[in-house]
């Protein structure tokens, strides 16, 4: 696999195999021929795992106690910047779905767009899981679950 990459790296100016892997674990790709639309759809792979934090936080479900909490550790935050972030995620997805149709070269261009994309993407999913995190470190259940009744 990394031999036929280096290929198409050469021939697209794609970025070097061990980063791309790092971001987006190429080596979990079963290689069928196709390479470059794996690559592709390893890395929607990974933005709607990130579209998947994001959801329930801008869309709660009334009985997902799950979402209950983050929305309430997340309540004072600004959500047009979520969205803003899911929106972004979300149209780089269906970019990507669209460009299945297309030429190996735009998808070598594609997977070019995503790489620039995602360092600014990772940081804002960053800040939000940091956020998560810290408040299900020290939520206190009478503060969030208060009149909670399942």
Known sequence: MIKEYEQLRRKYKLPPFKQLDEEFELRKIDDDGFLIREIMRQMCRKLRWYASILEPILNPHPDSLHALIETKILENENRKSYFELYRKIWALVYEGMLI??????????????????????????????????????HFEEKEYLNGYLG
């Open 100 to 137: 299945e149709f297309k030429s190996e070269r735009e998808i070598a261009t594609f997977i070019k767009k995503v790489w620039r994309e995602f360092p600014k993407l990772n940081e804002e999913m960053y800040k939000v899981m940091s956020k998560i995190v810290r408040g299900w470190r």
